[in-house]
């Protein structure tokens, strides 16, 4: 082996390399997808969400130079797709899942259309800044190249635990996610706080999918998201709504995602494809250990479609 | 410490509605309905369900607009064009259902109330200024906890507490006191009494106990059918007099006299335990026997595993331990042993509970027996018309008002619900009879009626469980009465002996 020196260091530190590298978008979709599900609704069009801002990201960075435009115009875009499930959900008698799950289609669907021509070109991609330069250690340096949007995600977490404690909006946000009865007598409305909890979930999902054109993997292609984004929705759950346990479920998924590459560079190639599966099987383990039919989820908001 | 817009007057204010009529299409509401709250007093709304009630005091607070009439707020007459308005003016309403969101602190929902919610709350201040202003007023509720740990009396207090801190000094009461033991319900509409005296608060409160009229409030409005049916000083009226002004000419059902003396056990409760939702100990190995002809009564403050224990019985819950026997069988809760035993339910919240809200009056009373004859033939080839006419004669025989057989019964009003409820339930013989406020947010009629026959079915020899936040409905009813409390029996006595304060005492666990 060409890296004998560290031996089977390489894959504890290729996990954590993997866990920071790919637990980005989960946690910015579970973020988002936080925020929205405390405000009382469901939205599963984050997968849409994030491929539309993964193409939107890599057509403005392609475009004007700049990667931070294409974050940013990644969250524009997750935003309008936000205000689009809101607004649709607004309307009397409309189920948010199904409307969630039209989006998610709708989303990938435009996403390919508008995304055909970027799928050559190269576009300037996200710095990332290098933790490990005191060490000389190949693997340990590659896996401190820590992204910027990671370390964002990483102040966002605790920012936004914080939020739904002591800021007016965060207090608001639970309130019509825990009682629109509550909020309505308030004189609050529930469908305007919805609707911008919705386009801020959206917002952050669409940063979510920039990180995937413009980091890692860091160009356009139609595979480029194998369902993070719902997968993220999922992590909500079982992170009982709570930002800082959404920050720890991205790490443990990013990490079990990169168990199998990480396998595979220390020469175990026998059970690769079943490395690769690590985060369904940890997902599913986690979903039969936490839930009983007996009792309801705790911290689950009770307006909640699914708890209701 | 002032919160939201200072009131325009100084110290307790009254509110006049004049002429008030509400139509809802064709529907007429209130039909010229006059209300007068004098400054400092506590004024009590009564009528049944449907009197309009409720319309009236949602057109002072802004919910509805009435379609004529006037509202005068301290003598000035005022457009009040939506909730906030109202709000401004002083006027404050605590609603019969909670609005404190109960998976916040009570200091949380007390903030949140604010119409100045600061964009960051200085929560280290907040509690400061919270603790000074509880320390002025005569009940107390613990600030940090969650609002779904506290008691259902707390709540309720926490409800009122709220509307002082937001400086609201009219306080319009809706039912304040149906979760409340009537220690607590004393307890709170006492310290809200003092404050009235003081000169602090007006206080207009909607409620159907006579026993608090005459208690607590100094004038009363008495509706029927929208329409003003009486009004007056308490002091010169009686229970009765206002009882038959919210009837008027209309009949009661007749409650048969207790007869027959209780024979062989027929439903026993050995140590059953149940969890709650959130996997709490809900039902705490309780044991209970009841025989027939004989009502067991299971009193208790709503919220100490009552609708656990119903739903064990009904099947909606399973148990996690102890046994239920029914007649001397092992009792699961499948259709067949219900069958079998001659089960009947009249679960709370019958529309929720023991109804399929989109199908029809016919289906849900066929909802028993429809998969056989005389309505299905083979098992499995339903008779429409069999539906049909038994339903005819149930809606009949039960008084159930309905425009046809076929109206999806969620169109129906609650006591109509429950009267169809109890015509499935209660139709053929009856041995176990298990009923859970059956008469919650009914009127006087369907009240009557259902008392009669479950009265009516003890006396055919029905073993009868009545489980009540209703503590008269109890006294009236059972021949036993057993107090629930956190999940145990804490009390039995026969209700010929029980002793009030005794019962009361330990509805509160004390």
Redesign the interface.
């Given at each position: 082996m060409a890296d004998g020196s560290i031996g089977l260091w390489t894959v504890p530190l290729a996990v954590l390399g993997g866990a920071i590298r790919v637990s980005t978008p989960f946690l910015f979709v579970s973020l988002g997808e936080c925020i929205t599900e405390r405000s009382g609704r469901i939205n599963l069009g984050l997968e849409g969400t994030l491929v539309m801002g993964a193409m939107s990201a890599y057509g403005i960075s392609y475009l004007t130079g700049s990667p931070w435009l294409g974050v940013l115009a990644a969250g524009i875009t997750g935003a309008l797709l936000g205000a689009l499930h809101a607004g649709i959900c607004s309307l009397p008698r409309v189920n948010d899942v199904a409307v969630g799950i039209a989006l998610m289609l709708f989303g990938t669907g435009l996403a390919f259309y508008l995304g055909k021509p970027l799928i050559e070109p190269t576009a300037p991609r996200l710095p990332a800044i290098d933790f490990g330069w005191w060490s000389d250690i190949p693997q340990l340096r590659a896996a401190l190249r820590v992204n910027v949007l990671f370390l964002i995600g990483v102040v966002l977490a605790p920012i936004l635990y914080w939020a739904f404690r002591t800021t007016r909006w965060g207090l608001l946000i639970r309130t019509a996610g825990e009682s629109s009865d509550a909020a309505r007598a308030m004189g609050h409305s529930v469908l305007l706080i919805r609707l911008r909890a919705t386009m801020v979930g959206g917002f952050l999902a669409g940063i979510g999918g920039s990180f995937l054109s413009l980091f890692y993997p860091g160009s356009w292609n139609e595979g480029l998201s194998s369902g993070q984004g719902i997968t993220a929705v999922a992590l909500v759950i079982f992170a009982r709504w709570d930002p800082l346990l959404c920050l720890w479920a991205s790490l443990a998924f990013g990490g079990a995602a990169a168990l199998g590459p990480a396998l595979q560079s220390v020469g175990v190639t026998s059970g690769y494809h079943l490395f690769n599966a690590a985060p369904y099987i940890l997902t599913l383990a986690i979903m039969i250990v936490t839930c009983s039919p007996k009792r309801t989820l705790t911290g689950a908001p009770a307006e909640l479609s699914i708890t209701r | 410490m002032i919160i939201g817009e200072p009131p325009p007057l100084v110290g307790a204010f009254g509110v006049d509605a004049i002429a008030m009529t509400m139509r809802f299409g064709d529907f007429l509401a209130l039909d010229n309905v006059e209300l007068k709250v004098r400054p400092g007093s506590f004024h009590a709304l009564l009528g049944e369900n449907g009197a309009g009630k409720s319309t009236l005091v949602k057109c002072i607070m802004g919910y509805y607009h009435a379609t004529e009439g006037d509202i005068l707020v301290g003598g000035r007459e005022q457009a009040i064009a939506?909730?906030?308005d109202a709000?401004a003016l002083g006027l404050g309403m605590v609603?019969q259902?909670f609005?404190?969101?109960?998976?916040?602190t009570v200091a949380?929902n007390l903030?949140?109330?604010r119409?100045d919610?600061?964009?960051?709350?200085n929560?280290p201040k907040e509690m400061r200024e919270l603790e000074a202003f509880l320390a002025r007023m005569p009940f107390k509720v613990p600030l940090s906890a969650k609002v779904s740990d506290i008691s259902a009396g707390e709540r309720q207090k926490c409800e009122i507490l709220k509307q002082l801190y937001l400086k609201r000094r009219f306080l319009i009461l809706d039912e304040p006191t149906s979760v409340l033991t009537p220690a607590e319900a004393d307890e709170v509409l006492g310290m809200l009494r003092d404050m009235v005296v003081k000169g602090e608060l007006t206080i207009l409160m909607i409620t159907h106990k006579f026993r608090e009229v005459m208690a607590f409030a100094d004038e009363v409005t008495i509706l029927r059918r929208g329409k003003l049916a009486g009004a007056g000083k308490v002091s010169e009226l009686t229970p009765d007099a206002m009882a038959r002004t919210m009837i008027g000419a209309e009949e009661l059902t007749v409650q048969p006299p207790r007869t027959g003396e209780a024979g062989e056990a027929r439903l026993e409760l050995a140590k059953v335990r149940a969890?709650?939702?959130?996997?709490a100990i809900a039902v705490h190995d309780v044991s209970l026997t009841v025989r027939a002809g004989e009502i067991v009564g299971i009193a208790g403050v709503s919220g100490n595993g009552q609708r656990q224990l119903v739903e064990v019985l009904a099947g909606q819950r399973?148990a996690e331990g102890g046994e239920i026997r029914v007649a001397g069988d092992p009792y699961h809760a499948s259709r067949e042993e219900m069958r079998r035993h001659r089960m009947s339910l009249l679960p709370e919240e019958p529309l929720k509970n023991a109804c399929v809200g989109g199908m029809s009056v016919a289906d849900n009373i066929a909802f028993r027996e429809f998969d056989r004859a005389p309505f299905a033939s083979g098992g499995w080839w339903l008779n429409r018309s069999a539906f049909r006419d038994d339903a005819t004669k149930k809606i009949g025989q039960y008084k159930i008002k309905t425009r046809t057989p076929d109206t999806p019964i969620s169109a129906l009003s609650g006591g109509n619900v429950q009267r169809a409820v109890l015509a499935r339930e209660l139709a053929g013989d009856v041995e176990v009879l298990i009923a859970a406020n059956p008469c919650f947010g009914l009127d006087f009629a369907a009240v009557a009626q259902i008392h009669a026959e479950i009265m009516a079915a003890r006396n055919r020899g029905a073993a009868v469980l009545l489980v009540s936040e209703d503590l008269d409905e109890l006294l009236e009813l059972s021949d036993r009465l057993v107090v629930m409390f956190h999940g145990e029996f804490v009390y039995e006595a026969r209700t010929s002996e029980a002793d009030l304060t005794e019962v009361g005492r330990h509805m509160a666990g004390h």
């Open positions: - | 939506n909730p906030k709000h609603y259902h609005t404190l969101v109960p998976a916040m949380e903030v949140l109330a119409d919610v600061p964009a960051v709350v929560w969890l709650d939702d959130a996997g399973e």
